[in-house]
């Protein structure tokens, strides 16, 4: 059964820092990796989607890459703002389809401070 | 374009009544998921549907029926609500095994 685990679970840090979200996934026979940010009592908004044959996608100031082998993926926030603060979550899906859905992280609690 | 949008946004309901949660989508997209999120458990799936008329069991579907008799609805029913059926669920739409667009969530409390 595929396991995701972020690390670290929670994290503060004083605006304008670059900082890294860890992700790590049991089962390397993934289709695609999904990054999510949720907002307090909202929904969850994608950010970047990287598909099992990539290495890194980019949107603005993130950029997130993909170690399928050993299961791992980054999610680089640079020169972070308040704004930022939020729950971010990392989820895959498995080879063959992927129509069961999304396997999730717990995810990480990120505090910007201003 | 609205995206997903679900109905209601909060319910209260008491043990043993019964209620459905609304999905509803206009990216015309084939796949559809319904997921649970608890603190310390994460979200998990709960009933998907890969197509108009079709549905499928996740990981937690005890408890809880869907129909997709409309591509744009995914409708989850609750026969017989009970207390561990507390949770904010959320609903999601995709085109094939793709990025996930996710609804607001529906907030439900079970007393």
């Known amino acids: 059964k595929q396991e995701v685990t972020q690390i670290p679970a929670a994290l503060s840090v004083p605006e304008g820092e670059n900082l890294v979200l860890n992700c790590s996934f049991t089962?390397?026979?993934?289709?695609?990796l999904q990054w999510f940010r949720q907002d307090p009592g909202k929904g969850l908004t994608s950010l970047l989607l990287i598909q099992s044959s990539q290495r890194e996608q980019t949107s603005g100031r993130l950029n997130a890459s993909l170690d399928k082998s050993s299961g791992r993926s980054t999610l680089y926030i640079a020169a972070s703002q308040p704004g930022d603060s939020a729950t971010y979550l990392c989820?895959?899906?498995?080879?063959?389809?992927?129509?069961?859905?999304?396997?999730f992280g717990k995810g990480t609690h990120l505090i910007i401070q201003p | 374009n609205a995206g997903v949008t679900q109905t209601p946004k909060f319910r209260v309901l008491k043990t043993g009544q019964s209620m459905t949660l609304l999905c509803a989508q206009d990216m015309n997209h084939e796949y559809m998921y319904w997921y649970r999120q608890d603190p310390g458990m994460g979200l998990r799936l709960i009933h998907y549907?890969?197509?108009?008329?079709?549905?499928a069991k996740g990981e937690v579907p005890d408890g809880y029926n869907v129909s997709r008799l409309k591509k744009q609805n995914f409708l989850l029913g609750l026969e017989s609500a009970a207390p561990s059926q507390t949770s904010v669920y959320f609903c999601?739409?995709?085109?094939?095994?793709?990025?996930?667009?996710f609804g607001p969530g529906t907030r439900l409390t079970v007393l």
């Open positions: 999601a739409s995709s085109n094939s095994p793709n990025e996930q667009f």
């Open positions: 549907s890969v197509g108009e008329g079709t549905t």
């Open positions: 989820a895959v899906i498995r080879s063959g389809g992927g129509a069961d859905g999304l396997t």
């Open positions: 089962d390397s026979a993934i289709y695609n």
